[in-house]
């Protein structure tokens, strides 16, 4: 039998910092935080899918008089997107060893409150470099990120169960656009303006722009300091913002920085959301578990889910020319 004081300490610790673990998820990355905001981070209930609806057709319109026929000719007009549920861990464990050594309630808690923030920066970081991912790290098992959703080649692969490549299928295709010369001080603005007035649709706009250190670099080099408007909700939760028309411009480089130097993400986060599954948001699974072969203490962190997207059309992605 383990301490049974210190499996109190593991459990009411754990509990209480369930919320913290899933909010650094949001804090930790500019998209996940737009998400958050706008209420895009949504539970399922269950399942083997995470399903999206999708309306994509458009019915019948008849322009008329008097007694003119006004015909009627059924259309598919919704379908859905599904995809896969994922999950990851991140265990906080103890040694039989580190509990003889840390004698007295206190300690042990400086002790493995030190574990849970470790725990928590770890599930923040590794969640951050997913959502730029195509889902297929880990063999597989990883969320579908950015470059599976807002893909460089659109018109080919498979996205949530729909064929990017088949007829009848353009729908579900982002926008993306391979610079022919290198981005410049000269050309970003224009390359930009295109790609963001490519993605309106009436008042559907982008409202998020992410991209890395050198090109959100050269964008503000352009710019006059009257031009530098910021976004003070996402200045004051740590990231480095302006603005480009109505949306917000995201440096997401630096040190642990994720998003690819090459490209420029134009996002319009009404249609992306971050699923989890409702027992499974960065929440503790199962109670205790004593390792079988070795003296130590395991608690572990789980969360279920995916990236998912309701419009792929809406979405645009630039990428830059490399140097040859």
């Known amino acids: ?106 300690q042990v808690l400086d002790l493995f409150e030190k574990r849970v923030e470790n725990a928590i920066k770890t599930m923040g970081n590794k969640m951050s470099a997913a959502v730029y991912g195509d889902g297929t790290g880990s063999s597989g098992k990883e969320i579908g990120g950015l470059a599976l959703l807002v893909a460089d080649s659109p018109s080919t692969g498979v996205v949530g169960g729909i064929d990017r490549a088949a007829t009848g299928n353009e729908f579900w295709r982002n926008k993306s656009t391979q610079m022919s010369e290198a981005l410049s001080a000269d050309n970003i603005h224009s390359a930009m303006d295109k790609m963001y007035m490519s993605l309106c649709r009436g008042t559907d706009k982008p409202d998020l722009i992410v991209c890395g250190n050198n090109i959100y670099g050269m964008y503000e080099s352009t710019l006059l300091p009257q031009q530098r408007y910021a976004d003070n909700k996402l200045a004051e939760a740590g990231f480095t913002t302006i603005r480009f028309k109505g949306a917000d411009l995201i440096c997401d480089g630096g040190q642990g920085g994720n998003c690819p130097e090459d490209k420029i993400y134009f996002l319009n986060t009404d249609y992306i959301y971050l699923r989890h599954h409702k027992d499974r948001n960065m929440k503790v699974i199962g109670g205790e578990r004593m390792a079988v072969n070795q003296d130590a203490l395991y608690k572990i962190i789980g969360w279920a889910g995916n990236m998912t997207m309701s419009n792929a059309a809406l979405q645009g992605v630039l990428i830059n020319k490399t140097a040859e």
């Open 1 to 106: 039998m383990g301490n049974i004081n210190f499996d109190d300490v593991l459990t009411t610790t754990l509990t209480s910092r369930a919320g913290k673990l899933a909010d650094n998820m949001s804090t930790n990355n500019a998209l996940l935080n737009r998400l958050k905001s706008k209420g895009k981070i949504r539970p399922v209930s269950g399942g083997s899918k995470i399903v999206e609806e999708l309306e994509y057709g458009e019915g019948d319109m008849t322009w008329y008089s008097g007694y003119d026929t006004i015909s009627y000719t059924p259309k598919q007009l919704f379908t859905a997107a599904e995809y896969s549920l994922k999950l990851c861990a991140v265990p906080v464990a103890i040694s039989g060893e580190d509990l003889l050594k840390n004698a007295g309630k206190e």
